[in-house]
């Protein structure tokens, strides 16, 4: 990531210090997570100077933002994927509830948008993106949105549909058929001479790797996927 060429006029921050110093209420307020102290001082310096963003914490490590991240308040966090006690993910999955994440990465491993995805991040961004870029997806994520590609969300879209359903076993596809064409639990332990507790647990099998609260909404969620 390009950092901008420009005099720091404040000291090198320590990770899991607030650092905020603007008044606005309106500000978006951006928690940084980074361990290499040039970039964390780059990105920071370069954002600030941006209008209507607020750096007001930087952390180096996952430990700090689980002891800390709520005192920080952060609208957006904006995360380094390679961190030293674990990933940009980790942050994400623990500040769930706090702020969205976006991601940002030296690395394409296969794989990384998925699980980015999963765990909640609202984007993933290459290091080679300019601090006005950043600024941008900040802005975007802060507004409810999203800073995937199009190409990262059908990338994303073909993972799903060749995921759902892989844990399957061959009686569990049986039984998702069978529930797909309205067939009630005890329909299916008569058609496959089963007991109904065992179709019961089937069923409830099912329901759990398709990531569905009823049998409806896994039907659907098979056929969307071409399962059944």
Sequence with gaps: ??????????????????TSSRQSTTDIRVVLVDDH???LEGLRTGLQARDGIDVVATFACVADCATAIDEARPDVIVAD????????IDVAQLARSVAPTILITGLERSGLLHDAAAAGCRGLLLKTVTIAELAASIVSVADGGNVFTATDLQTLASQNRSSIGATLTGREREVLALLG??????????QLNLSINTVRKHIAAVL?????????????????AGLI
């Design 1 to 18: 990531m390009r950092v901008l060429a420009r005099k720091v006029e404040t000291p090198l921050l320590s990770p899991g210090v607030l």
């Design 37 to 39: 102290e040039m970039m």
């Design 81 to 88: 994927y390679q961190l030293p006690d674990g990933t940009g």
């Design 181 to 190: 064409e309205a067939a009630s639990a005890e329909d299916i332990a008569r």
């Design 208 to 224: 759990t790797k398709l990531h569905a609260n009823s049998q409806l909404e896994a039907v659907i969620t098979a056929q969307r």
